[in-house]
């Protein structure tokens, strides 16, 4: 599976941008996908998950902001981020994985894409 991942750039606080991710390749053992986000010295933080299903968990720090959905006939996910803040700066990081196991640890994730940056300025 390879998954791309598009939709980043600089906004002012406040400010909306919408990221997107298209997985290719063996994409039927795709349980669910998800993003998550790596901000300068710190590591990798889980943002917000979807499940073919359709269930989705958040991260509390977006909750309300942040929006998951997916179109299962493109094999894409997206996060529409509202209300940016500069803490959300990061780079943003599209990742799929083929179980059930729990969404909100890294290395249950099989698939990554490469990041895309989203730079929130004050």
């Known amino acids: 599976v390879q998954l791309q991942a598009s939709g980043g750039g600089s906004v002012q606080a406040g400010g909306s941008l919408r990221l997107s991710c298209v997985a290719s390749?063996?994409?039927?053992?795709?349980?669910?996908m998800g993003w998550y986000r790596q901000a300068p010295g710190r590591q990798r933080e889980f943002v917000a998950r979807?499940?073919?299903?359709?269930?989705?968990n958040y991260a509390d720090s977006v909750k309300g902001r942040f929006t998951i959905s997916r179109d299962n006939a493109r094999n894409s996910v997206y996060l529409q981020m509202n209300s940016l803040k500069p803490e959300d700066t990061a780079v943003y990081s599209c990742?799929?994985?083929?179980?059930?196991?729990?969404?909100?640890?890294?290395?249950?994730?099989?698939?990554w894409g490469q990041g895309t940056l989203v730079t929130v300025s004050s």
């Open positions: 390749g063996r994409t039927f053992s795709i349980n669910s």
């Open positions: 979807i499940r073919y299903s359709g269930s989705i």
């Open positions: 990742a799929a994985k083929t179980d059930s196991s729990s969404p909100y640890t890294l290395s249950n994730y099989n698939y």
